[in-house]
C-alpha cells in the first residue's frame, strides 16, 4: 500500500512538472515572440557564454528603439529596458514591435571587435524609371461601425505577407497591407534591412509631445526608402518631403505627401498627394485638401490600429520620375513633413503638424545610450565624457567670436569617438551660430601647464584680434579637432577610427564660440557644452581634420552680386598642398561637414586628380543652414598626394532687398568653407585655404587694398582714397553698378581667376625659453608666430578639363540639379 500511494505521489508530481514545464515553455515562447525575438533563443544562449572582457572590446553601435511613452510597466522598469540596450544582441524586423523596449538584458554582439564599417556601397543609378506609374485609387468609405482600438495584442510581422486586406486582431482594427484599389505591398525587406547595426536605419521622435515616432530605412537593393511611422490618433495622418526652409522656398516648388490611416472596419485609406509651398503663395501642407497625384509613387506596406495608435509602413522609390509632384531622395538635405489629425476626416483643420531635417541617405553611427541621453553617465562603460562647458554674457553686438581653454581629462592617450553639443534652453541654442575645438601645441621645452593654465582659469577672450602681439596664446591652438555648426545632431567616428587626445600627456583644447545677437541684446547669458566621448580603447587608425575653401573673412573673394540665383565662388587646395600636407601618404577621407551662411543655396567639395574632376566628396544641392550636420560618407574616399580639393558655393540674394552681400563673420555675410575628417593622420595637414589677390580682380571690384578693423569686426577699404574707411559691404552696395555684364565677368573671376593657397603647419611652435614665455604672459602680449615661408601656393581653377556630373536615376531632368 505504502508503495502504492508512492507511486501515486511520484505520478502526481511528475504531472505537475509536465504541466509546470509546458506552461513555461509557452510562456517564453510567446514572450519571444511578441517582444520581437523569434528565432533568437539558440543565439542568446551560444552568446551569454562569452568571457566578459570580449563584451566590452570595442564600442559600436546599438540602434535599438527606446521605450516609449506607450510601453507599460514601471518607470524603473522603463530605466532598466533602456539600460539593457547597450548590449541588445537581437536582429529584429523592422516592424511595429520595435518601438517597444526589449524584454532581456544580453551580452551584446555589437560589443564584439570586428571588421572595420564600410558602408554599403551605393547602386549605380537606373537609367529607366523604376516602373509604370500607377492611377490615384479612390477614396476609400467612411463605414459607421468601429472596433475597439483598445487591444494589446502583438502587431503583424513582416513575414505575414498578403496582398490581401486584412482585418484586426479582436479589439482592434487594421492588421491588413494594403486596402483594396491601393498600391499593391512590395516584397519583403532583405535581412540587411533588419539589421539592428544597419547604419541606414534612423529612429527619430517628431514632436515635443513624442506623438509621432519615425524610423525610415534606406533598401539599397532596391532603390527605395521604407518609412514606418506611429502616431499617437486614431484620425488621419501626414507624412512627406519637402525641399526646402521657409525662407528659402521658390515658387511652383511643391510638398510630395501621403494622407493616410485605418477605416472604422478595419481597412485603409491612403493616397499619394502634393500641396503648393511657394512662399508667396501663404501656402502651409495640410491647412487645405491637396490634390491627390495622377501618378500614385507611394506604396502602403502594412498598417493597423490599437490602443489609440496608428501605424503606417510606406515605402518610396528614391526618384519616381514624377518631376511636377514628386521630390527625389537624394544626399541632398531635405525636410520631412508631418501632421496628425484626430478623426478620419482628412478635411479637418489641425494645428498638429511640423518639420524635421534630415539628410535621408547618410548613415548614422550615434549608439543608443547617447540618443537616450545616457552616454558617458556609468563609470563602468568603456565610453566616458570630457564636457567642455562654457558660459557667456553677450555683448551688444551682432557678431562675437569667444575662445575658453579646457585641460584634457587625461594624460594618457585615449580615443575621443564622437561628438555631441547640449544646450540648457532653446534660447542658449538659438544664440549660437557654431563651434569649434583647436588643439593646443606647447613650444619644445615648455610645459602646456605653464602656457595654457593660466587661459584656462580665466573666464576667456576674443578669438581673433588680428593686433600683434595677441593678449593670449591662441596662436599656439591652431590644429582643428571638431566643428558644430546649426541644427547640427551627435556625429560618432566608423568603429576602426579615433580622434587621439593626450597623446603626449598633459593637453589643452580651445573651445571657440560664434555667438549670434541680431537684436543687439544685452541680457544674453549663453551656455553651452561640447561633449567629446572618449575609451581608453585606442582603435587602429588615428584621424585628423583638414579645413578646406575660402580663407576668412574673405570679405574681398566673396562677393555675391543682388538678386541673383546660383552665383558661386570657390575655394581652392592645391596639388602643393596636398604634396606638402601629405608627405607621400594616401589617406581616407570618411566624414565631411559644409558650411555657408544665410544666403547660401549650395555647397560641394570637389576631387580632382591629374586632368579630371572625380565624383564629389560630398554635397548638397538644397542647402539649409539651419541643419549643418557632420556626415559620414557613404563610401570613404582615398586622397593621394598631388590631388586638389575645392569648395564651391552658390549663393542666393533674392531676399536680402536688393543687397549685394560679401564675405565676412556674421551671419548675415558671406562663407564657403567646411572640414572633412580623413585617416591616417597626418601632422600639422589641418588647413589649406584660398584668397583672391589678383590685380585684375581688385581692379573688377574697384579696390587696391583692404585690412581688418578690430573696433569694427569688418574689412574695410584702405584705398583708393576715395573709398577708404568704407567697409567691403558698403562699397559693393554704393560704388558698383551691377549690371547683367558686370555679374557674368565677376561670375568668371570668382571661378577661374588665380587665387593664393594658405596651407601652413598647423602644429609648428618655435623654440622659445620659460623666462621669455612668462615675460609674454606677465605683459599679456604673445608674439605672433613667425611667418612659414612654404605656406603659400599658387592655385587655380583649370577651365578645359572633363568634369564630374551629378548622375541622374531618371531620364527626366531632375529639378535640384544645376548645369
Known amino acids: 500500500m505504502v508503495r502504492v500511494n508512492k507511486l501515486l505521489l511520484a505520478t502526481s508530481k511528475s504531472k505537475f512538472l509536465q504541466l509546470f514545464l509546458v506552461n513555461f515553455v509557452l510562456t517564453q515562447v510567446l514572450s519571444d ?85 564600410q558602408p554599403p556601397p551605393i547602386p549605380p543609378p537606373t537609367s529607366q524609371p523604376p516602373g509604370p506609374n500607377r492611377p490615384a485609387p479612390p477614396l476609400q468609405g467612411m463605414p459607421t461601425s468601429r472596433y475597439d482600438p483598445s487591444s494589446s495584442s502583438s502587431e503583424p510581422s513582416w513575414s505575414r505577407w498578403n496582398s490581401s486586406p486584412r482585418r484586426g486582431r479582436r479589439g482592434g482594427r487594421g492588421g491588413g497591407w494594403s486596402a483594396p484599389g491601393n498600391n499593391p505591398p512590395s516584397p519583403p525587406p532583405s535581412s540587411s534591412l533588419n539589421d539592428p547595426l544597419n547604419p541606414y536605419r534612423h529612429d527619430v521622435t517628431l514632436d515635443p509631445e513624442s506623438r509621432f515616432k519615425l524610423t525610415w530605412v534606406v533598401d539599397w537593393s532596391r532603390n527605395l526608402t521604407i518609412f514606418n511611422v506611429t502616431v499617437r490618433t486614431t484620425g488621419w495622418i501626414g507624412f512627406g518631403l519637402a525641399l526646402r526652409t521657409p525662407e528659402q522656398q521658390q515658387e511652383h516648388e511643391v510638398a510630395d505627401f501621403i494622407i493616410g490611416g485605418v477605416n472604422r472596419d478595419g481597412s485603409s485609406y491612403f493616397t499619394d498627394r502634393h500641396d503648393s509651398l511657394a512662399l508667396n503663395a501663404g501656402a502651409d501642407p495640410f491647412t487645405r485638401i491637396p490634390p491627390i497625384d495622377p501618378s500614385q509613387d507611394w506604396t502602403l506596406n502594412s498598417f493597423w490600429e490599437r490602443s489609440g495608435r496608428t501605424f503606417l509602413s510606406i515605402s518610396r522609390p528614391l526618384d519616381t520620375c514624377d518631376v511636377a509632384h514628386d521630390i527625389p531622395i537624394t544626399q541632398d538635405s531635405l525636410r520631412i513633413i508631418w501632421a496628425i489629425g484626430e478623426t478620419d476626416d482628412i478635411a479637418y483643420h489641425t494645428k498638429n503638424r511640423g518639420y524635421y531635417d534630415a539628410y535621408l541617405l547618410t548613415p548614422d553611427l550615434t549608439p543608443r545610450e547617447v540618443l537616450d541621453g545616457q552616454g558617458g553617465q556609468d ?143 544685452s541680457d544674453l547669458n549663453v551656455t553651452l557644452t561640447l561633449q567629446a566621448f572618449y575609451t581608453d580603447e585606442v582603435r587602429e587608425h588615428d584621424v585628423s581634420m583638414l579645413g578646406i575653401g575660402q580663407q576668412i573673412p574673405a570679405a574681398t573673394s566673396i562677393i555675391s552680386p543682388p538678386n541673383t540665383r546660383g552665383h558661386a565662388t570657390v575655394g ?58 557632420f556626415r559620414v560618407l557613404n563610401q570613404e574616399r582615398r586622397l593621394l598626394p598631388g590631388d586638389r580639393l575645392s569648395a564651391r558655393c552658390e549663393y542666393d540674394t533674392t531676399r536680402r532687398n536688393g543687397s549685394a552681400v560679401a564675405g565676412g563673420f556674421g551671419t548675415a555675410e558671406s562663407m564657403c568653407t567646411g572640414h572633412v575628417y580623413y585617416y591616417p593622420r597626418q601632422a600639422g595637414f589641418s588647413m589649406c585655404r584660398t584668397v583672391t589677390r589678383d590685380e585684375d580682380y581688385w581692379d573688377l571690384i574697384k579696390m587696391r587694398n583692404a585690412t581688418w578693423d578690430t573696433e569694427r569686426r569688418q574689412v574695410v577699404v584702405t584705398d583708393p582714397p576715395e573709398y577708404a574707411g568704407l567697409t567691403v559691404m558698403e562699397h559693393i552696395n554704393r560704388n558698383i553698378d551691377w549690371t547683367p555684364e558686370y555679374i557674368r565677368e565677376l561670375q568668371r573671376q570668382h571661378l577661374f581667376a588665380p587665387q593664393v593657397a594658405q596651407c601652413s603647419n598647423t602644429v609648428f611652435a618655435p623654440e622659445i625659453s620659460l623666462r621669455e614665455l612668462n615675460e609674454m604672459a606677465r605683459r599679456r602680449a604673445f608674439l605672433p608666430l613667425p611667418p612659414d615661408p612654404n605656406a603659400e601656393h599658387y592655385a587655380i581653377n583649370p577651365r578645359n578639363m572633363p568634369r564630374y556630373r551629378k548622375p541622374q536615376q531618371c531620364n527626366a531632368r531632375n529639378p535640384l540639379i544645376r548645369g
Open 572 to 629: 581652392i587646395c592645391p596639388s602643393a598642398c596636398t604634396e606638402k600636407g601629405l608627405q607621400g601618404q594616401e589617406v581616407n577621407i570618411l566624414a565631411g561637414w559644409l558650411h555657408t551662411h544665410t544666403t547660401g543655396s549650395a555647397s560641394r567639395f570637389m576631387h580632382f586628380r591629374g586632368d579630371r574632376e572625380l565624383p564629389w566628396i560630398i554635397s548638397d544641392d538644397n542647402w539649409n543652414f539651419n541643419y549643418q550636420q
Open 379 to 521: 563609470p563602468s562603460s568603456p565610453m566616458q565624457v570630457f564636457n567642455m562647458t562654457t558660459t557667456f554674457q553677450i555683448p551688444e553686438r551682432e557678431t562675437t567670436y569667444w575662445c575658453t581653454w579646457h585641460r584634457a581629462p587625461t594624460n594618457t592617450k585615449q580615443h575621443i569617438i564622437g561628438f555631441d553639443t547640449a544646450f540648457p534652453t532653446d534660447q542658449d541654442r538659438q544664440h549660437v551660430h557654431h563651434l569649434l575645438i583647436h588643439r593646443c601645441h606647447a613650444p619644445p621645452g615648455i610645459d602646456p601647464d605653464d602656457l595654457f593654465e593660466g587661459p584656462s582659469n580665466t573666464g576667456g577672450s576674443e578669438c581673433y584680434y588680428y593686433d600683434t602681439p595677441n593678449p593670449l596664446p591662441l596662436q599656439y591652438c591652431r590644429e582643428t579637432m571638431h566643428v558644430w555648426g546649426v541644427g547640427g545632431r551627435p556625429f560618432f567616428f566608423p568603429d576602426h577610427v579615433g580622434l587621439a587626445m593626450s597623446e603626449n600627456g598633459t593637453e589643452y583644447i580651445v573651445l571657440q564660440v560664434h555667438y549670434d545677437n541680431p537684436e543687439l541684446r
Open 33 to 117: 515572440y511578441q517582444g520581437g525575438r523569434w528565432g533568437q533563443g539558440q543565439q542568446r544562449w551560444s552568446q551569454d557564454q562569452r568571457p566578459p572582457q570580449q563584451l566590452r572590446a570595442s564600442i559600436r553601435r546599438d540602434s535599438q528603439l527606446s521605450s516609449s511613452s506607450w510601453s507599460g510597466g514601471s518607470q524603473n522598469q522603463n530605466q532598466n529596458q533602456q539600460r539593457s540596450l547597450r548590449s541588445s544582441t537581437t536582429r529584429r524586423p523592422l516592424r511595429p514591435q520595435d518601438f517597444q523596449p526589449p524584454r532581456y538584458q544580453f551580452p551584446a554582439s555589437v560589443t564584439q571587435p570586428g571588421p572595420p564599417y
